[in-house]
């Protein structure tokens, strides 16, 4: 059972940041937000993750709204490479369990 | 070194034929994951491994097996396979710690099956 929810697309110029959103309106307290991308044919790559706190990498920030229902993983800067599948996660209770929902394909263009 | 690695890459094989997949990690992670990803489709996973028991087997199918003979090796046995299986079977390891801290998984490129 998926417990997020994204857009199947987007599409994105070279330069400009890139907002991938993903809803995750029943997410339990104790549960992270975990964002993944997949490039075609490669194994996930893990991008970030969070539980309620805004979050920033050298990849990339990921903003939890207030209530923790929906997300956003923002791409400051997109570039060619960032064109791939990404993945939003809602890590379950039993924590070894990572449950993908059917992600968002990012087209990064010229 | 903070990679998974599996072997072998591309593997065609007959309904009757029995294979292995084969996965390693030398990052001291005490779990590790199978799962299945169809063309076009997220991956779904298929069984945990903690501390080198099954801890997690989604309801997969008798005709894998799943093994894990050491901390760092974790192999998959394929028999009698049907072409529905064909797929990239990708292997995934984490530290065990606890719930309530992030747990993120590093992912091997997977073996891409063919049944014919």
């Known amino acids: 059972d998926a417990k997020t929810t994204q857009p199947p697309s987007m599409d994105c110029a070279e330069g400009r940041a890139a907002n991938l959103p993903c809803n995750h309106s029943?997410?339990?307290?104790?549960?992270?937000v975990y964002w993944y991308r997949q490039i075609h044919s490669q194994g996930p790559q893990y991008i970030i993750h969070?539980?309620?706190n805004n979050e920033t990498n050298e990849m990339a920030s990921l903003i939890i709204t207030e209530d923790r229902k929906s997300s956003t993983l923002i791409l400051p800067h997109a570039t060619l490479r960032d064109t791939a599948v990404y993945y939003c996660?809602?890590?379950?209770?039993?924590?070894?369990?990572?449950?993908f929902g059917s992600g968002t394909k990012l087209n990064v263009k010229p | 070194d903070t990679e998974v690695t599996q072997t072998p890459k591309h593997l065609v094989m007959g309904m009757t034929n029995k294979k292995s997949l084969k996965c390693e990690q030398h990052m001291g992670h005490r779990a590790m994951y199978w799962y299945k990803q169809k063309a076009k489709k997220p991956p779904e996973l298929m069984f945990v491994?903690?501390?080198?028991?099954?801890?997690i087997n989604e309801s997969v199918p008798s005709r894998f097996s799943p093994e894990c003979p050491n901390s760092s090796l974790l192999n998959l046995h394929l028999h009698a396979l049907q072409p529905e299986d064909s797929a990239l079977y990708l292997c995934?390891?984490?530290?065990?710690?606890?719930?309530?801290?992030?747990?993120?998984?590093?992912f091997g490129p997977g073996t891409r099956l063919t049944v014919l």
């Open positions: 995934a390891s984490s530290q065990q710690i606890l719930r309530l801290l992030g747990n993120e998984q590093f």
């Open positions: 029943t997410i339990s307290g104790n549960e992270y």
């Open positions: 996660i809602v890590r379950v209770e039993n924590f070894n369990k990572f449950y």
């Open positions: 491994y903690s501390y080198e028991k099954l801890s």
């Open positions: 969070g539980l309620k």
